[in-house]
């Protein structure tokens, strides 16, 4: 038991330090512009059809529960402004991050576990080059953009999810749907989803290329490689939802409390 | 480029139709074979340990911060929709016996236990230890792939109601800080809405994907090739393809079970 906590701390620790490497090298030598366009077709064009698809599944599925609770007091008036509001605060980012850590974080950490099994890596530091710098920083800066830029588009299709449902089988035609959305969606939220967006991009990125750089022992350790990534981003994002909602909803408080005083 | 839309347009329907090629393939072992199947006792335990056993502490974990979220953002919505948050305890349960607690459990599961398969079944037939199964006349499906299958809707079923008792436990104590509630005045709302076809659904919903994650990971490591580059991919397939049928099913399920 302490022992398994004591290589938790110590494998977090190791993840810090990579990823603190890896910012300086972004800052100081900058990317190339060629690799990182060639990452984000990777990672981000082919991930789009699974992103739409989870967004509108995961707005239908909501729509579909907060319809049943709210069906038995006769309010389904509201169901368009709650259900975007469930989705968008909390529920969404969390699930379609979920898909996307298995699509662009698996993907990124088999392929550079492949790159060290098969000693590329070695190859480039051989050549006289970083391989951090070569390899790395195009991946990671390419993921969390694309991270981010997905997340937002998948929130937005959970919203055409969510109408598409409800007019065709709830019976709340498209204007009811979208009469109350202004009521209960502040920017504020709107805000929640995007910062939660851009966080569970970069840790889905730095968690990813982390794993896959240290990959050893052969076809095995590759395997491992990609179960660990998908575990730790899992977590992860978990916590992170955790920690940015309260940490948001403090700095709402703040604001109020400073405006009113 | 027509030809590729093609191609992929093949390979998704084979994604689709071979883990269920597979799933008939176990069911007419397990059924027409029932009085010869050798079910491989050791291994299916092993599978429960490592599936359910390994599994618990990470999903615990999980479950505990999710379903702190989930009281905290309903009493956020149903105080700005009726002023106050009585009804908010028997509609958190609702929610998270029919949706959240099942799925999240899910995701997890095919991240630790999808993967994993995928990438042991990839690593034994990169290694050509599957031929050797072959030579030794054991089947890989009743060798692998039902021990699986039975290691793995084990562990779904289990730990979601393990995550159920969890929930409850934190949003007891979450709103008996936060919320003013008094303890017993929370749990005594709590299965308000709550039926047993709510559990009976949820649980189900758990049966299902504990059986689309062992035949889906199956099927990509069992179709593994090329070294460690196919590993790599086999897993990550494993990963995405069941996440995907896990919201589908999840639709199909919901809008099956509760809409009529």
Redesign the interface.
């Known amino acids: 038991m302490l022992k398994a906590i004591n290589k938790g701390i110590e494998g977090l620790g190791r993840w810090a330090e990579f990823s603190i490497r890896v910012f300086k090298t972004f800052t100081s030598k900058g990317v190339s512009s060629t690799s990182l366009v060639e990452q984000m077709y990777h990672v981000g064009v082919r991930s789009l059809p699974?992103t739409i698809?989870?967004g509108l599944?995961?707005g239908?599925?909501?729509a579909?529960?907060i319809n049943?609770?709210l069906k038995?007091f006769g309010?389904q008036t509201?169901l368009g402004g709650?259900s975007t509001?469930?989705t968008l605060?909390?529920?969404g980012p969390v699930?379609i991050a979920?898909?996307l850590?298995?699509?662009v974080g698996?993907?990124t950490?088999?392929?550079l576990?492949?790159m060290a099994?098969?000693d590329q890596l070695n190859a480039i530091r051989c050549l006289g080059m970083d391989p951090v710098e070569k390899i790395v920083v195009p991946r990671l800066v390419a993921l969390t953009c694309s991270s981010f830029l997905l997340l937002i588009l998948g929130l937005g299709m959970t919203v055409v999810g969510g109408v598409v449902i409800s007019s065709a089988?709830?019976g709340v035609n498209p204007i009811q749907f979208s009469q109350n959305i202004s009521l209960?969606v502040s920017s504020w939220s709107i805000g929640i989803g995007v910062v939660k967006s851009f966080l569970f991009g970069l840790m889905i990125g730095t968690i990813s290329c982390f794993f896959g750089y240290h990959t050893a022992g052969?076809?095995?350790?590759?395997?491992?490689?990609?179960?660990r990534t998908?575990?730790a981003?899992?977590?992860s994002i978990?916590?992170m939802?955790?920690l940015v909602?309260t940490a948001l909803e403090s700095l709402k408080t703040f604001f109020e409390i400073m405006a009113n005083s | 480029m027509r030809n590729n839309e093609q191609r992929v347009l093949f390979l998704g329907f084979e994604a689709l139709l071979s883990p269920i090629r597979l799933f008939a393939t176990s069911c007419r072992v397990l059924v027409f074979s029932i009085v010869n199947i050798r079910l491989h006792g050791r291994e299916i335990t092993n599978q429960m340990f490592e599936s359910a056993v390994l599994s618990l502490p990470i999903i615990l974990f999980s479950l505990t911060i999710v379903s702190l979220m989930s009281i905290l953002e309903f009493s956020w919505h149903m105080k700005l929709v009726l002023k106050q948050d009585a009804l908010v305890p028997g509609f958190s349960m609702v929610l998270m016996v029919r949706e959240v607690a099942p799925v999240v459990t899910a995701m997890l599961l095919t991240s630790r236990v999808g993967a994993s398969i995928a990438a042991e079944l990839g690593f034994m037939k990169v290694t050509e230890q599957l031929d050797q199964l072959k030579l030794l006349s054991v089947s890989e499906v009743e060798y692998l792939v039902i021990p699986r299958w039975v290691g793995c809707v084990f562990a779904s079923i289990t730990l979601t109601l393990a995550s159920l008792v969890t929930s409850i436990c934190v949003s007891t104590g979450i709103a008996s800080r936060f919320m003013n509630y008094q303890p017993h005045e929370f749990f005594n709302t709590l299965f308000v809405f709550t039926k047993a076809f709510d559990l009976g659904g949820g649980l189900l919903k758990a049966f299902c994907f504990g059986t689309i994650i062992p035949f889906v990971s199956c099927v990509c490591g069992l179709s593994c090739q090329g070294g460690s580059r196919g590993v790599g991919q086999a897993a990550t397939r494993a990963v995405v393809q069941s996440c995907l049928f896990i919201i589908f099913a999840d639709f199909f399920l919901s809008y099956w079970l509760w809409t009529f």
């Open positions: 699974i698809v989870s599944f995961v239908a599925i909501l579909i529960q049943l609770q038995d309010a509201f709650l509001s469930t605060r909390n529920l699930l979920f898909l850590s298995g699509r698996a993907f950490s088999a392929e576990g492949t099994i098969t089988h709830l209960f052969g076809a095995r350790g590759v395997g491992r490689a990609v179960k998908s575990v981003t899992l977590v978990i916590l939802d955790f909602s």
